[in-house]
């Protein structure tokens, strides 16, 4: 694997490494760019880190590239016109957001710090790297899908039983009519009879178009009143959370990151200075020379040793520092990456807000049209007596009470026929039906298969972690176990040395430290394994008998493994896997 970098956090001129498929020990000084080589090979397995993170500050273009197994991969990235605008052309590896949390592990990594920090509740990790959350959401929309799947069944069949209605009273209007036309002789008792049938049936089809059009006022307004509750829960979320104060906490965290950022770039600087001129002393010292050999000055030979032990200690405190910066970033990042959550969240929250408040709009429209066809129909149910008393006057009143009875028959048809119209045909009322309620039993059937999936993927990752954890532990003879115990839908470490339960916070940083590599080793054997594992040395505190145990053992999750070592020296190590182990 051959892999070029410029521009890339601290490396600035363009550099080449090349690795082996096994075990590849990166040993380099501090600050010469380590960091930037593991965020480089992250980048292109996974678009979560952004072109902004990549660039150094100080260049105007910077790419990173992989070439593996005869295919290449890169993110080149450049800065145009005086805005700054980032430009980005990339062809990632894959693009998988799990590889921040399987494919590095150092101090960045959320999992490490939280496990080093003490942290028993790995539900968080489990979620993301098992895809519970996307499952979940998979899950409720299956669940909306259904709610309209039915609510458009009951629609639909109620449109067929009203298509099949229709066709019956024009089949009986048809008869009538015919009958009509044939016998001229029509009593007037038939006639009577026929207008009370009409006026009926006249009520029928109002009462139910009046059922129909109150149903979907009452559907509206439950609609409505929850989109408002929706919408009122909303702004107070949005008024407890402020998004500005978010921003401007974000923004200060940002600085103080900077801050910190630029104090460890001087404290480096002054460490490599030190070590350089306790390297000349130590010379010096050694040769008991009476000058000094950087100003060539003249120096009592006894002296030297004074110098030495004052560079140790400023070099103690300066390592002292360090560490505390690295502290604070840490911990200010974990700060930063919640308030981004958050900040996300509310930023969710207003696109969902703007969707409720057009959807309000819509029903609130359509409810004043039903208002006003409610009350339209309301007054011709109650004019439809009126409206049968002069019917029959005129037919008691007039000769021609047939043809009136015909006429009387044929707007019925027409009416009926406009109102058919409407619908769309029987059988395609019917196909979409069946179509619907094939849909719907696909649904009940992914439903299940969503729950199995949920139910499979946390049966995994526990019975994974035992594996995977026995198998380290044994490896690098650590005498305490663990478990983790699903309760109440969380996900908790539980240690055991002998029959005593222990908390993780009492466990030592090497234990904890093979704890969660066996948390992502085991992930990576169920759920996802990164082709290129990364790990930081500075939080390996094992002995090199231990170290190696681990590297052997690591071989089995990834192609290629880099580990970063600090040394003042700069070199890069392999070692070849057999091509059994990598089978």
Known sequence: MKVKLQGIGGIIDPVEYEFVKGVNVFRAPN?????????????VMTS???????????????????????????????????????????????????????????????????????????????????????????????????????????FLKASYSRVKEIKSKLEKIYLEME??????????????????????????VLRSRLEVKRERYAMLVNRLNKLREELTKINQELVTEGVASITEKLERINAELREISAKRGEIEGRLKSLEFLGEKVKEAEKAHTDHCPLCGTNVDPESWRRRLQSITEELKGLGEALRSLAIKEAELNTKKREIEALLKESQKKLERKSAIESEIAKIEKELNELDYQIKDLETQIKSNDERTS?????????????????????EQRKSLEFELQEYPPETTILEEIQRKSARLKEVDNELIEVEQNLTRNITIAVSSFQTELSELLSRLGFSYTAKIDVVNDKMLLKVYKGNAELGVKRLST????????????????AFFAPPIMLLDETVMAFDETRFRQLVDYLTRFSKYIIITRADTNLSLESQMVPMAQQA
Do not use: H
């Open 31 to 43: 600050a010469w760019g380590k960091t930037s080589l593991a965020k480089g090979l992250l980048s």
């Open 390 to 410: 002069k019917e029959l006057t005129m037919v008691l009143t007039s000769d021609k009470a047939v043809e009136n009875r015909l006429k009387e028959l044929e």
């Open 48 to 154: 979560a880190i952004k072109a902004e993170d990549l660039i150094n500050v100080n260049s105007d273009r910077s790419y990173v590239q992989v070439e593996i197994d005869g295919k290449r991969y890169y993110r080149r990235i450049a800065v145009k016109g005086k805005g700054g605008k980032i430009l980005e052309e990339s062809k990632l590896m894959l693009d998988d957001p799990r590889a921040l949390l399987l494919g590095y592990f150092s101090p960045e990594n959320p999992l490490v710090s939280k496990i080093l920090a003490g942290e028993e509740d790995v539900t968080w990790f489990i979620t993301e790297v098992g895809e519970i959350s996307k499952l979940k959401a998979k899950k409720s929309e299956l669940e909306n899908e259904k709610t309209n799947l039915l609510r458009d069944l009951e």
């Open 179 to 204: 009958e009509l036309k044939k016998s001229k002789d029509f009593l007037s008792k038939k006639i009577l009879e026929s207008i009370e049938i009409s006026k009926k049936n006249r009520a029928d």
């Open 510 to 525: 090497s234990e904890k430290t093979a704890l969660a590599l066996a948390l992502i080793a085991s992930a990576a054997k």
